[in-house]
């Protein structure tokens, strides 16, 4: 267990590929990736969120970052949050404010007001596009 497994659980598929699919897809894709910075999934993979540094590591020092390079949005929207669904429920971005969901993953390593702005803004998609 290690980074690649917690890569392919949690970010899987390619991320070009959710984000050329549709919207939807890359938030659902950035669910899952934010899922995975759960401590009870980063422990079950041997790693630990060093969430000032933006990343995951194993013992041996080898990361992951976690950043605009592998969100399904960022990559989507070329990181223009104006066009992002996320940053439109948001009505900004989701990682500039000192109270965004990045910001505070990186100040307190809780990934969970990032999952509920997620889930929040795929309820909205599956409303607007009929699915609710």
């Known amino acids: ?24 897809a890359a938030v ?17 993979h041997n790693l630990t969120a060093v969430s000032a540094d933006s990343a995951i590591r194993n013992k041996y020092f080898e990361s992951f970052a976690i950043n605009s390079d592998n969100c399904a949005l960022c990559v989507r929207h070329t990181c223009r949050c104006s066009k992002c669904s996320l940053g439109k429920m948001l009505k900004g971005n989701c990682w500039r404010e000192s109270d965004s969901p990045f910001e ?4 307190t390593g809780d990934p969970e007001p990032m999952i509920k702005a997620l889930k929040k803004t795929e309820k909205r998609l599956m409303k607007k596009a009929g699915y609710v």
């Not at 267990?1 to 549709?22: H, N, R």
């Not at 505070?104 to 100040?107: P, Q, R, V």
Request: proline share 0%.
């Open 1 to 24: 267990m290690g980074i690649k497994s917690w890569q392919k659980e949690y970010v899987g598929v390619s991320i070009q590929m959710s984000a050329d699919d549709s919207e939807l």
């Open 28 to 44: 659902e894709h950035s669910i899952q990736k934010w899922k995975g910075l759960r401590l009870k999934n980063l422990e079950k």
């Open 104 to 107: 505070t993953w990186i100040n």
